[in-house]
């Protein structure tokens, strides 16, 4: 089994900074991708920042500028700094990885439980 596991949420003002983390535990012989997620009341979830093992980034639009995704190899884990975060912001932020329990088994794609974070003044 593998989980991930997120923290970091919480309640700040309009143009103030959060940082989310993500640790993956479990039987891991490797980790391709790492992504953040978001889902916000009513909508779709939504692709925000993804990373690959080498260190490659995308981001969504709406947060190119503000938010920086970035992750430690030997940890099994991934951050999100999101800095001048807007009311817009708000939202559940899920995890999600590409893992690989052996070198004889294929990708499995895992989400964590998510966390919420609240812009709001």
């Known amino acids: 089994q593998v989980q991930l596991v997120e923290s970091g949420g919480g309640l700040v003002q309009p143009g103030e900074s959060l940082r989310l983390s993500c640790a993956a535990s479990g039987s891991i012989f490797s980790i391709r991708r790492m992504s953040w997620y978001h889902q916000a009341p009513g909508k779709q979830r939504e692709l925000v920042a993804t990373?690959?093992?080498?260190?490659?980034?995308n981001y969504a639009d709406s947060v190119k500028g503000r938010f920086t995704i970035s992750r430690v190899n030997a940890k099994n884990t991934v951050y999100l700094q999101m800095n001048s975060l807007k009311p817009e912001d708000t939202a559940v932020y899920y995890c999600?990885?590409?893992?690989?329990?052996?070198?004889?088994?294929?990708?499995?794609?895992?989400w964590g439980q998510g966390t919420l974070v609240t812009v709001s003044s």
């Open positions: 999600n990885a590409d893992v690989r329990r052996s070198d004889r088994l294929r990708y499995l794609e895992v």
């Open positions: 990373i690959t093992s080498g260190g490659d980034t």
